[in-house]
């Protein structure tokens, strides 16, 4: 469902070193926690999954809120994406929040600064606090897959000319819980939110989803 009304964020990216490096520029809408004053429990008690990622503006404010929000969700299953905004308060300050999370997006770094271990004893620790499934990406090489159940490794695909790579992690999880909603398996869900991502390298922005086939 989208809200068509309201003041709204601006970003800009800026590339360089051929594209390899970026940088945001934000403004922050002022009314952009307003979100927490009037959440939609009827709505989001009627779908599958939800996704959360992190939100810019008072981060500290913003975790006790989406506890509170985590805590009245009960049927879907929760998706997070902490970001490395929300890992920098530590451990600690996620824990309410992990109890309620089904599958959590990191990368190497953030999980070494999260528990302090490599990815694979990292990602095994992860599931003690109520977490099911960590998916820990590592850039090119590709993503571990952690649950109770297995532990793998799925490689990425091979992109011939890599043109942006904004958003990369984005489809990566949109290609993810795409499967996790079909009820495909977790080597599935890796190899399609690979394939995704690897297709999302190759324009700027969202160009690369006009000619997108996801039977590819």
């Known amino acids: 469902r989208l809200i068509k009304?309201?003041?709204m964020n601006k970003c800009a990216c800026l590339l360089?070193?051929?594209r390899r490096y970026r940088t945001f520029l934000s403004q922050v809408n002022p009314k952009d926690n307003d979100f927490f004053k009037n959440v939609d429990y009827?709505?989001?008690n009627n779908v599958k999954f939800i996704h959360?990622?992190?939100f810019l503006l008072n981060p500290q404010k913003n975790l006790k809120d989406l506890s509170n929000i985590f805590e009245k969700i009960k049927n879907p299953l929760i998706s997070f994406s902490p970001s490395i905004l929300y890992v920098n308060f530590g451990l600690k300050a996620l824990l309410s929040l992990f109890k309620k999370t089904h599958v959590i997006f990191l990368n190497e770094t953030e999980t070494k600064k999260l528990i302090n271990k490599n990815a694979k004893d990292?990602?095994?620790q992860l599931l003690n606090y109520g977490i099911k499934i960590v998916v820990c990406t590592m850039g090119e090489k590709g993503v571990l897959i952690t649950s109770e159940r297995e532990q793998f490794f799925s490689p990425s695909?091979?992109?011939k000319k890599i043109i942006d790579t904004t958003g990369a992690g984005d489809a990566f999880a949109g290609g993810f819980l795409y499967g996790l909603i079909k009820n495909k398996s977790l080597q599935w869900s890796a190899k399609f939110a690979n394939k995704i991502a690897s297709k999302s390298l190759s324009d700027f922005g969202l160009n690369w989803l006009r000619n997108i086939n996801i039977k590819d």
């Open 5 to 7: 009304n309201g003041n």
């Open 16 to 18: 360089s070193h051929n």
């Open 42 to 44: 009827n709505y989001l």
């Open 52 to 54: 959360v990622s992190s």
């Open 122 to 124: 990292g990602s095994k």
């Open 157 to 159: 695909y091979k992109v």
